[in-house]
């Protein structure tokens, strides 16, 4: 059963992360039509912000996600024993180098891994973390994140924000190229000069507008669902590293009764491995309901 899941999730990112792709080329080719009459101009223009935005983004993720938190590092064991050694003990049991390490000044209990690869890891766990959990329950946690460092789940986010970003900024531009630049007024010449324009580029103008509404919209439940995949994966890696999927039940447990953090970047939300905004339900969610996740760890 657990290998099984774990199988099945990695297939299913691997699907969002090629439906994203091809997303950022339709983007590209309605931009690249609007803007220079060219699809094949679009695509590849946009595959390279892309890649760019991604390059970008994954060389600086760890010092600029630990800055947005306010992530303190600790640096020797006995600064926080608990915490330290636990990470350390986790971290063999996985095969990895030991991680560095952050402590976050926040009285709900949560915690997140970043960075780019199990080479340059970073933990953090906030303070009410380390005050509600017992060592059983913060293996649980810790083996979680751990499992995120060793299926290059970090990395695997911070490709889908760079994409959504790339996104945002082709449909920006794009928008506003089209209705207040030179885009949409060439575009009015071609048509009249064509008697209004054919069926075709009707059909693709009508096509591009439609890309320009929806992409942001879509590019957003792809990263979600990429992210609540990724939080599955992670469960059923601790439990493979733990070998006691009661340690990470008890744990969630406290996580669905804790309140919202004081002091959370938004945009790293999806990173933890609890929501720490705590929003009500709804389509954009960046985590699996905790009832979710603990009725598939009972069944293991």
């Known amino acids: 059963m657990l290998y099984e899941q774990i199988q099945s999730n990695k297939r299913r990112t691997i699907v969002l992360l090629v439906g994203f ?14 803007l220079l009459d060219s699809l094949e101009t679009g695509v590849i223009g ?4 892309g890649a760019v935005y991604t390059v970008i983004m994954i060389s600086n993720s760890t010092n600029v996600v630990m800055a947005m938190n306010h992530g303190q590092e600790i640096t020797q064991a006995d600064q926080a024993p608990e915490l330290w050694h636990t990470v350390e003990d986790m971290a063999m049991v996985a095969q990895l180098p030991m991680p560095r390490v952050f402590i976050i000044q ?3 209990p949560n915690a997140f891994a970043t960075g780019n690869s199990p080479k340059n890891a970073a933990v953090a766990a906030t303070t009410g ?3 509600v959990m017992d060592r059983n329950e913060l293996e649980g946690v810790i083996g979680h994140e ?3 460092v060793r299926n290059y789940d970090i990395r695997i986010s911070t490709i889908a924000l760079a994409l959504a970003a790339a996104i945002t900024l082709l449909t920006n531009l794009g928008s506003h190229w089209w209705i207040f630049g030179s885009g949409g007024r060439s575009r009015d010449n071609r048509d009249n000069n064509n008697g209004g324009g054919n069926g075709l580029q009707v059909l693709l103008l ?11 919209l879509v590019a957003g439940m792809i990263q979600m669902a990429i992210s609540r995949n990724r939080e599955y994966l992670a469960d059923a890696g601790s439990v493979e590293l733990t070998r006691n999927p009661q340690e ?12 919202p953090m004081q002091d959370v970047d938004s945009s790293s939300a999806a990173l933890y491995i609890s929501n720490p905004l705590k929003n ?14 603990i009725a598939r760890l009972e069944k293991m």
């Open 106 to 108: 926040d009285d709900s």
């Open 248 to 259: 990470l039940i008890s744990a969630l447990r406290k996580l669905g009764a804790a309140k």
């Open 46 to 49: 946009a595959l390279l912000i």
């Open 129 to 131: 973390l380390l005050s």
């Open 280 to 293: 009500k339900k709804h389509l954009f969610d960046t985590h699996p309901p905790i009832e979710e996740r």
């Open 206 to 216: 009508v096509f591009s507008i439609l890309v320009m509404v929806l992409a942001p």
């Open 21 to 34: 792709l091809i997303l950022v080329g339709v983007v590209g080719a309605a931009v690249g039509y609007l």
């Open 146 to 148: 751990m499992s995120h």
